[in-house]
Each structure stands twice: as C-alpha cells, then as structure tokens.
C-alpha cells in the first residue's frame, strides 16, 4: 500500500514538473474570470473548483491532489480577487468527497476493504466500490454544492 501511495504522489509531482498543474489553474481561472464579477463570480469558482476536484479526486488520491492544487487555488483567489476561505472550502469540499467514487483514490476506502476482507466478508472490488461509490458522490457533491452557494453567493 505505501507503494500505491508514494506512485500517486511521484504522478501529481510529474503533473506539477510538466506544467499540468499550470495549465489547469490557467483554464479554471479563465472560466471564472469569464463571468461577471461579484455573485455570479463566486458561484462560477464554486462549481468549477467543486466539481473539477471531485471529478480529478476520483480518478487520482485525493492528498496529493490537495496538495497540487493548494498553489492553484491561490493564484484563483489572487488574479480573480475571489475569497480564499470560499475557494478552500471547495477545493477541500470536492477533494474529500470525489475520493469516496472509487476504492483507490483514499486511503480510507482501502483499508475499508482490507478489514472486510480481514473479517471474513466477500472481498469488495474495484468495480463493487464503484457502484457504490459514485452514487454516494454525486449525492454528497450535490448537496455540498447547495451549501457552499447558500453560504458564500447567494
């Protein structure tokens, strides 16, 4: 398991040496800065910023996402003069919840599985987390993104 783990974060630090990172703060930060400033602003870094790390959380370990993306966050907040306590909170908000969508992506969910089957229940697989997972994220996603626009844009 350490193994998977110290792969996952080798892989974000060659997203962040190739300039992948850079390039993604670049692309969020144009899509927000292409709304209106004021509310339709912040809602606009929300979704995108929410949704973005859910969706990256699910495919890659969500700590060393958090950790790569931690510098884009603050160059959103520095070149669209956007809340940086909002930004966090969807960024971290997305993170942890887009790492329940499949079994590798936290390390909760591995050891999950590991004391399952430790205890004698059928082994849960990739694809019997998945079915599980993704519903249960979208959910959580869903309603997570009412609260943030609740609490910050509306």
């Given at each position: 398991m350490l193994l998977f783990f110290a792969g996952m974060f080798v892989m974000v630090e060659g997203a962040v040496e190739l300039g992948l990172m850079r390039k993604i703060a670049a692309?969020?930060?144009?899509?927000v800065q292409s709304v209106p400033e004021g509310n339709p602003?912040?809602?606009?870094?929300?979704?995108v910023l929410l949704?973005?790390?859910?969706?990256f959380s699910s495919v890659l370990d969500n700590i060393p996402y958090t950790i790569a993306m931690i510098p884009v966050m603050q160059q959103m907040a520095n070149e669209s003069n956007l809340d940086i306590t909002m930004l966090t909170w969807a960024l971290a908000f997305g993170a942890c919840l887009g790492?329940?969508?499949t079994l590798t992506t936290a390390s909760a969910n591995i050891v999950t599985a590991g004391l399952s089957a430790k205890e004698g229940h059928d082994?849960?697989?990739?694809?019997?987390?998945?079915?599980?997972?993704?519903p249960v994220t979208i959910a959580t996603v869903a309603i997570d993104n009412v609260y943030l626009l609740l609490l910050y844009a509306i």
């Amino acid at each position: 398991m350490l193994l998977f783990f110290a792969g996952m974060f080798v892989m974000v630090e060659g997203a962040v040496e190739l300039g992948l990172m850079r390039k993604i703060a670049a692309l969020i930060t144009l899509i927000v800065q292409s709304v209106p400033e004021g509310n339709p602003q912040k809602i606009a870094a929300i979704e995108v910023l929410l949704r973005f790390s859910a969706i990256f959380s699910s495919v890659l370990d969500n700590i060393p996402y958090t950790i790569a993306m931690i510098p884009v966050m603050q160059q959103m907040a520095n070149e669209s003069n956007l809340d940086i306590t909002m930004l966090t909170w969807a960024l971290a908000f997305g993170a942890c919840l887009g790492g329940n969508g499949t079994l590798t992506t936290a390390s909760a969910n591995i050891v999950t599985a590991g004391l399952s089957a430790k205890e004698g229940h059928d082994p849960i697989g990739f694809m019997a987390w998945l079915y599980s997972g993704v519903p249960v994220t979208i959910a959580t996603v869903a309603i997570d993104n009412v609260y943030l626009l609740l609490l910050y844009a509306i």
